[in-house]
């Protein structure tokens, strides 16, 4: 079953705040968009997870996309709870939610809802405010390693069509194929946290 969930490739987060003073953050590659209105997205984090406890106890919780350099960093999110933010360029908001100024992109949240699912909690989380970082393009987890982007072969034109059930930003002169609606009952997501 793992090497089924790890053949789907996932983007890694930095989930962190700042609990009573004290710089608390993991790493997971189960970070998804769910919701435009309200605005959502959510993580699922390991029932076993000793972080978890601490870092719901945060007023609000910095999502970072980590970008494709950040490897290093995401094993750092997983080491010592003391050491992970060690030598790590960030800042924290006046809610307390830690972002990586180098990340992809940033989400201010707080919890809306945890639904516990079988060996994991999915935490839906409601976005205050979101801001680009100054990475360029994410990391990539897939198949239990971390990977890059490579668009060399794909055709750069805009998508024609429907994902998720919502409609795509057609472009004013885009001609590529439709493309095929993706299935809204995947098999579960890859959900693997590094705390």
């Given at each position: 079953?793992?090497?089924?969930?790890?053949?789907?490739?996932?983007?890694?987060?930095?989930?962190a705040?700042s609990?009573?003073?004290?710089?608390?953050?993991?790493a997971?590659?189960?970070?998804?968009?769910?919701?435009?209105?309200?605005?959502?997205?959510?993580?699922?984090?390991?029932?076993?997870?000793?972080?978890?406890?601490?870092?719901?106890?945060?007023?609000?919780?910095?999502?970072?996309?980590?970008?494709?350099?950040?490897?290093?960093?995401?094993?750092?999110?997983?080491?010592?709870?003391?050491?992970?933010?060690?030598?790590?360029?960030?800042?924290?908001?006046?809610?307390?939610?830690?972002?990586?100024?180098?990340?992809?992109?940033?989400?201010?949240?707080?919890?809306h809802?945890?639904?516990?699912?079988?060996?994991?909690?999915?935490?839906?989380?409601?976005?205050?405010?979101?801001?680009?970082?100054?990475?360029?393009?994410?990391?990539?987890?897939?198949r239990?390693?971390f990977?890059?982007?490579?668009?060399?072969?794909?055709?750069?034109?805009?998508?024609?069509?429907?994902?998720?059930?919502?409609?795509?930003?057609?472009?004013?002169?885009?001609?590529?194929?439709?493309?095929?609606?993706?299935?809204?009952?995947?098999?579960?997501?890859?959900?693997?946290?590094?705390?």
């Amino acid at each position: 079953m793992r090497d089924a969930f790890g053949a789907f490739p996932s983007g890694v987060v930095a989930v962190a705040a700042s609990v009573k003073g004290q710089l608390t953050g993991i790493a997971a590659s189960s970070f998804t968009s769910v919701s435009i209105d309200p605005p959502l997205v959510s993580f699922s984090i390991a029932t076993t997870s000793s972080t978890w406890p601490l870092l719901r106890e945060a007023e609000h919780l910095g999502i970072s996309v980590l970008a494709d350099h950040h490897d290093v960093v995401c094993r750092q999110l997983a080491g010592p709870r003391e050491e992970r933010f060690t030598g790590l360029p960030f800042k924290v908001t006046g809610n307390g939610a830690v972002l990586l100024d180098e990340a992809v992109a940033t989400y201010d949240c707080s919890v809306h809802e945890e639904v516990v699912a079988g060996d994991h909690v999915i935490v839906l989380l409601h976005v205050h405010e979101v801001g680009a970082g100054d990475g360029e393009h994410p990391l990539v987890f897939h198949r239990s390693a971390f990977a890059k982007l490579h668009r060399d072969d794909l055709d750069p034109s805009q998508l024609d069509g429907r994902i998720n059930g919502a409609e795509v930003d057609r472009g004013a002169t885009s001609t590529a194929p439709t493309a095929s609606a993706a299935s809204e009952d995947e098999a579960a997501k890859h959900a693997e946290d590094a705390a």
